[in-house]
């Protein structure tokens, strides 16, 4: 299973407001769930901190005591990934130019891992979010939990709905 299972499907009006789509599926069913959400918002709440962590470590230093967590403290989960791979990314840029070319290959190669890890972060966190601000108490009876809803380009109401099957909660928390 991939992290792309959680992708998003759009619902229009129309269909939303269908009695045959909308079906409330049984609470028995949607309290499965439950328990598996909470680990989710443990595992990433762990992953937060340690991205925190990795983040003081970096931006640190010794004249403005606690300036890394001064900073980090209010941002979101989107910038502190956003602004480690920016740190990274930097770091490694320095020297490129110096190394030989094995060296180089490593360098790039180890650059394109931290891009796929950032992209890994990013999806990790919409999945987050979805999952702990979706519309739970709603499930239709396809698994469809109502996570956002929004207008498209022509202005008409979008809903945004993800499937979810226990065994791909379980496969997130162990990713």
Do not use: C
């Not at 992708?7 to 439950?34: L, V």
Request: hydrophobic fraction near 40%.
């Amino acid at each position: 299973m991939t992290i792309d299972r959680f992708r998003s499907i759009q619902i229009d009006d129309d269909t939303f407001y269908n009695p045959d789509f909308y079906k409330f599926a049984n609470f028995e069913m949607e309290s499965q769930f439950y328990p598996l959400l909470g680990e989710i918002v443990s595992v990433f709440n762990s992953l937060e901190e340690t991205l925190s962590n990795e983040l003081v470590e970096y931006i640190e230093n010794e004249i403005v005591p606690n300036a890394a967590y001064i900073i980090i403290s209010s941002m979101p989960f989107s910038s502190k990934w956003k602004l480690w791979t920016e740190i990274l990314l930097n770091y490694i840029a320095e020297d490129i130019g110096e190394l030989s070319h094995n060296e180089t290959k490593i360098v790039l190669s180890f650059k394109n891992k931290i891009s796929n890890i950032s992209k890994t972060f990013e999806n990790f966190g919409n999945i987050r979010n979805n999952l702990v601000h979706g519309a739970w108490g709603s499930m239709n009876e396809k698994g469809l939990i109502k996570t956002k809803t929004k207008t498209n380009k022509k202005k008409q109401l979008i809903h945004e709905h993800i499937e979810i099957k226990i065994e791909d909660l379980k496969s997130l928390i162990y990713y």
